[in-house]
């Protein structure tokens, strides 16, 4: 039985460490992720999150454990991904400035048929940012591979005045949940 990581994140290969868990290897999904219209946002990161799971799994042994995960961020019912440009990175941090959005993170575990997964919900509350800020932040290339445009582990902490709900979810993996989840896959 090996322990499977389903991501390319270094963040998420950093938290996994944080907690203990030294002994897994990487498998990135190459797939694209795809999103559902009509679902709510914790089903869709949890149906994202088990599709990474499954593509990974054809690569893996049965007794494996697959652990996969996707972040995405939500203002106003309107999604946020990662940018796919600095234009759109600067439009992005523009609509969070002095707002209020939420952070989803589905986490997806796999096992031979056993699968299972959960959603983690986070508030994140920024404080006003000025273009030269934004632009200053671009330039960093930071916010280029991150949904909604910034890194809350990173500079764009520095945008964030408060945060209700688990941080570590923020970077891409709900950590308290995840501990209880593996504990019940024998973990």
């Not at 400035?97 to 509350?125: I, K, N, P, W």
């Not at 404080?127 to 932040?137: C, P």
């Amino acid at each position: 039985m090996a322990l499977i990581l389903a991501s390319a994140s270094p963040r998420r290969r950093e938290l996994l460490t944080m907690i203990g868990i030294g002994d897994f290897q990487v498998i990135a999904d190459q797939s694209d992720e795809q999103t559902v219209e009509g679902l709510s946002p914790e089903q869709t990161v949890c149906e994202i999150a088990l599709g990474k799971a499954r593509n990974v799994s054809l690569l893996c042994g049965e007794d494996d454990i697959i652990i996969a995960a996707d972040t995405l961020v939500f203002i106003n019912d309107k999604v946020l991904g990662k940018p796919s440009s600095e234009a759109e990175a600067a439009k992005m941090l523009r609509e969070l400035s002095g707002c209020r959005h939420r952070v989803y993170t589905g986490v997806a575990l796999l096992q031979g048929g056993r699968e299972s997964t959960f959603s983690e919900m986070t508030d994140v509350f920024f404080r006003e940012i000025s273009d030269d800020e934004i632009n200053a932040y671009i330039e960093t290339g930071e916010p280029m591979d991150k949904a909604g445009a910034y890194g809350a582990q990173g500079g764009g902490a520095v945008f964030i005045q408060r945060i209700e709900g688990d941080f570590f979810n923020v970077m891409g993996l709900p950590l308290c949940r995840l501990s209880i989840m593996l504990k019940d896959f024998g973990v």
